[in-house]
């Protein structure tokens, strides 16, 4: 046999095969040609002529990156069973930093392993873990083990989705997440959609499809509309005088009636109104905008709707959910963050495209040296659809998410997310020496100490913010800082969240 060895799919720890199902022969040859035990193997010869070559180019063998790829694994496992007993969020002093992880480039090969524990132990706890179930600021990351499966696997068959031809696998995968969540937020049959680094960048390439549909004209947005839309319409062009921010009624909502007066006087003037950006859970205080009327306001104007559920849309999976974010289907154009409520590590947000075409119409590029992965009999290649062209395979954690925990479990994790805060209401209404400011809207409670202002609440959170027990973040509405817990993270416990409003409570 001229093939290197280089392992065996499906090897458990101990050496003996997993019980993993057998790819189809028509679907792939790769297990086959890697494989030492499937029998003779004439694909292996073909492929590989008869030289030795080393696993890792760069001189790993085998059995070493073995030995490092289970530590890591350890590490990994440590840290989801770890928690709580670490800090939610501990910030390490820039100059040891710098110290502890700097210097000149290393000339001379170095220990993996000892590099690896000063990345543990200098660089990876010294960050917020969106993970930790008393994170609780802005909107926590609680990623789950299946999902980061589904990373090591791509990122270690360094995975590729730009074109069709280059990663038909990886791109058939995206194809079938980006459809599962379309089924899953109710949008029609056709609706096309990418993947993307997260929220910020769905929104942008969301926009970047929307401007293109409707030509230059005015965006509708609110003052509860997250930075990045503002930041995104400026980056791709559009005119500051060009973007209407209409004032939110007292649940913080975008009012119909006001939109549509705005877009009435910009018609007035001889302007052209475009695209209404709606938010489907605003970050401060998880308010749903009236998405319904909006999206009727839209049709009847022919504007384009934008609706931004970078953390809410997914609340959709569950009935509750569902009910709160009713009309978020009928967008043009949807945002939604895996990375954030459906579990995931860093980085994947999606964007969902009612219109289809339109994401092709905006990015669609053929260099000549791309003119052999060019898509001919209507595949889809990826890199059509955003700005990234060489782009990893985000959809195969999330693929594999599913896959592992089935939507009845994911649903459940959410509904939990979603009472967490309502009993994080309850818990302060049974004390007086709370106001609640919004309730429990999902997932997210904003709350004050009865009869202190700003400053108290911004002090109480960084307070218990840097003793390391919980992060929580203050926000400001109306002028007013108020205190905040997004509750998203199922492995959170009501003792949690009694002993961080406790400890809120605690003097300053
Ligand atoms: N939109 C909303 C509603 C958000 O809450 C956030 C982040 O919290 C974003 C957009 C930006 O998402 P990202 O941080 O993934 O870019």
Redesign the pocket.
Same mark, same amino acid.
């Given at each position: 046999m001229g093939a290197r060895r280089v392992g065996r799919i499906g090897t458990r720890r101990d050496g003996r095969p997993a019980p993993a199902p057998a790819p189809s022969p028509s679907v792939t040859s790769y297990a086959r040609a890697v494989s030492t035990d499937t029998g003779p193997d004439t694909t292996s010869e073909r492929m590989t002529p008869g030289e030795a070559r080393p696993a890792d180019t760069l001189g790993l063998e085998p059995d070493e990156m073995r030995r490092l790829g289970y530590w890591v694994v350890d590490r990994v496992v440590d840290h989801f069973e770890g928690a709580p007993a670490y800090p939610a969020l501990s910030t390490g002093a820039p100059d040891a930093l710098a110290s502890a992880l700097g210097g000149p480039p290393p000339e001379e090969p170095g220990d993996a392993l000892s590099a690896m524990c000063t990345l543990v132990d200098v660089a990876l706890c010294n960050m917020q873990h969106g993970d930790h179930p008393r994170f609780f600021a802005?909107?926590p990351g609680p990623s789950s083990f299946g999902a980061v499966l589904g990373e090591w696997l791509a990122t270690g068959f360094n995975s590729m989705a730009a074109s069709w031809a280059g990663g038909s696998g990886p791109t058939a995968v995206e194809l079938v997440v980006v459809d599962w969540l379309r089924s899953l937020l109710g949008m029609p049959d056709g609706t096309e959609g990418v993947l993307t680094? *997260?929220?910020?960048?769905a929104?942008t390439t969301g926009l970047v499809a929307a401007r293109r549909a409707t030509g230059p004209g005015i965006a509708y947005l609110s003052d509860q509309t997250?930075a990045?839309i503002r930041r995104g319409l400026l980056s791709i062009g559009v005119p500051p005088e060009d973007i209407r921010i209409v004032g939110t009624d007292a649940r913080y909502r975008m009012p119909v009636d006001a939109v549509a007066e705005e877009v009435r006087r910009d018609r007035r003037k001889g302007r052209r109104p475009a695209i209404v950006v709606a938010?489907a *859970?605003?970050?401060n205080t998880g308010a749903v905008d009236p998405l319904r009327e909006l999206a009727a306001l839209c049709g009847a104007e022919g504007l384009w709707l934008h609706v @931004?559920?970078?953390?809410?849309a997914p609340a959709a999976l569950c009935e509750r959910g569902r009910a709160a974010l009713a009309g978020m289907e009928l967008a043009d154009s949807l945002?939604l963050?895996p990375?954030?409520w459906l579990f995931q590590p860093y @980085?994947v *947000?999606s964007l969902l495209v009612r219109r289809p075409g339109a994401l092709e119409a905006a990015f669609r590029m053929a260099p000549e040296y791309l003119v052999d992965v060019t898509a001919r009999h209507g595949e889809v290649d990826m890199r059509d659809r955003t700005l990234e062209l060489s782009r990893r395979a985000r959809a195969v954690k999330v693929w594999l998410t599913f896959r592992t925990y089935g939507v009845g479990r994911i649903r459940a994790a959410i509904e939990r997310g979603i009472e967490l805060a309502e009993h994080a209401e309850r818990v302060l209404r049974a004390d007086d020496r709370w106001e609640v400011v919004t309730p429990a809207q999902l997932g997210v409670v904003t709350f004050a100490r009865t009869g202190e202002g700003s400053e108290e609440c911004r002090t109480a959170a960084a307070r218990v913010t840097r003793e390391g027990f919980a992060a929580v973040t203050s926000t400001t509405l109306r002028g007013t800082s108020v205190l905040r817990l997004c509750t998203i993270n199922p492995r959170t416990t009501e003792g949690d969240i009694e002993s961080t409003i406790e400890r809120l409570a605690g003097p300053a």
């Open positions: 802005r909107v680094s *997260g929220g910020s960048m929104n997250h990045s938010t *859970g605003t970050t @931004d559920g970078a953390y809410g945002v963050d990375h954030k @980085d *947000g």
